[in-house]
């Protein structure tokens, strides 16, 4: 027989594992956004379900509850990938708008990544955006602006500073850092990035510069994929795949690359918070709407330090870093006696939180963030400025204008085709 204080004792546990067990399916949003157990899976919206944004639904920790495209059918085909119960959408506001959305990855085209990164940072949402991190100079400045206003994580997708092996470098970017670091190397540094020292520059996303007028396809909003993008015919070319090979929406290999070489070169380097002061060009004059090609970009910093992209890669014998003091070349090979030996001995870089869940829960800046993204991404906007106009700028990397140069700063705010606006 159960006494009443056994029997007082037992209701209790039975009513505490109720009110629990009713907290655990309580939805987050009607908690609060500032409720997040380290236990819980994040939920996430995909806008631009066509290419990246479909190859990073599966994601560990998360569950994709809404995917938006302006393609109906790259939206029927990630439907059926995501499963039952996700919802879709046309617009992407519509998406950022859903309260059970934790995270919004963006998987657009760049010339959509600053007006969606500001609108999902006004929703309350942290952001995940894929590289490069905004099409223009200004629009970074803004996504920076919101995302620190409203208090969100933000990451960009290109993770070589801080895993990975980089490239043909036979190694992470941490013992690069740490070369840097140690003086080894000696100072001011080189930067060489051509298919030489193991990067290859992607010289087939160029435009094509006489396109035929083509009838939309059926399936496809075309004005909605144009959004802040001037108003240009259709042709196919322009739209998905190719798309990088225009000015209006990418900027063709520099583009679609620069930011997975740029952003561990301004780690390394220290440059987290400023920008060259200088962009030198070497290219045929580029067409209006169709990008080209380039033999070489230089930036310079103002320590003396240099980035040089060599579209040509002439140099077999050309370093990937190289300092007074000696040279890194790809592999990790070095002319430095003993070098792992010694880097071994050598202090770690500073730690970084490399896993954006964690930094979605506990509120920490992730690695790669909307700061550090938008340095490494404003040297990429600064070539391809330079390389549209066909000559050398200086740039004031406080300021973050070009000196003496109308026609320069005119491409670092371009206007937007209406309604559009940040």
């Not at 657009?108 to 940072?121: Q, R």
């Not at 933000?154 to 895993?163: A, D, K, P, Q």
């Not at 991404?377 to 050398?392: D, E, F, P, W, Y």
Request: proline share 7%.
């Amino acid at each position: 027989m159960i006494s009443k204080k056994q029997d007082s004792r037992r209701r209790f546990l039975q009513n505490s594992a109720a009110i629990l067990a009713g907290f655990t399916i309580v939805p987050r949003h009607v908690l609060g956004r500032g409720f997040i157990a380290p236990s819980d899976q994040l939920t996430k919206g995909i806008i631009g379900v066509g290419g990246m944004g479909r190859g990073h639904i599966p994601y560990a920790g998360t569950r994709v509850v809404a995917i938006c495209d302006v393609d109906k059918i790259h939206l029927s085909e990630a439907a059926k990938i995501v499963g039952g119960g996700v919802k879709t959408f046309h617009d992407h506001r519509e998406l950022i708008a859903l309260p059970e959305v934790d995270i919004v990855h963006i998987a657009t085209p760049p010339h959509w990544h600053g007006i969606m990164s500001i609108d999902a940072a006004k929703a309350g949402k942290d952001i995940w955006c894929e590289k490069p991190m905004t099409r223009t100079i200004g629009e970074g400045k803004k996504v920076m602006e919101a995302v620190a206003q409203y208090k969100r994580m933000f990451r960009l997708n290109t993770w070589f500073r801080f895993t990975d092996v980089f490239y043909d470098m036979n190694s992470t970017v941490r013992p690069i850092k740490k070369l840097v670091e140690s003086g080894l190397l000696g100072w001011p540094l080189t930067v060489t990035v051509s298919k030489t020292t193991g990067f290859d520059w992607k010289f087939y996303w160029v435009g094509k510069t006489k396109l035929e007028s083509m009838p939309v396809p059926a399936e496809l909003d075309y004005d909605r994929w144009l959004g802040p993008a001037p108003y240009k015919p259709y042709n196919p070319h322009r739209v998905h795949q190719t798309f990088r090979g225009y000015w209006d929406y990418d900027g063709g290999g520099l583009g679609d690359m620069g930011q997975h070489y740029i952003d561990p070169i301004q780690y390394f380097l220290g440059k987290d918070d400023t920008s060259p002061i200088l962009v030198e060009v070497d290219a045929e004059q580029q067409h209006p709407d169709a990008v080209g090609t380039f033999r070489k970009i230089t930036f310079t910093y103002e320590d003396g330090c240099k980035i040089i992209l060599d579209g040509e890669a002439r140099d077999p014998n050309a370093a990937y870093l190289e300092g007074p003091k000696g040279k890194l070349y790809a592999g990790f090979r070095s002319d430095i006696p003993n070098l792992k030996e010694k880097l071994a001995l050598m202090p770690d870089p500073a730690p970084q939180v490399t896993d954006f869940l964690e930094s979605v829960k506990y509120r920490s800046t992730f690695a790669l963030n909307e700061q550090n993204g938008f340095r490494s991404c404003t040297v990429i906007n600064m070539g391809k400025i330079a390389l549209q106009l066909g000559r050398s700028l200086h740039f004031d990397p406080v300021n973050q204008v070009f000196i003496g140069d109308d026609e320069a700063n005119y491409l670092i705010n371009p206007p937007m085709r209406g309604p559009w606006q940040i």
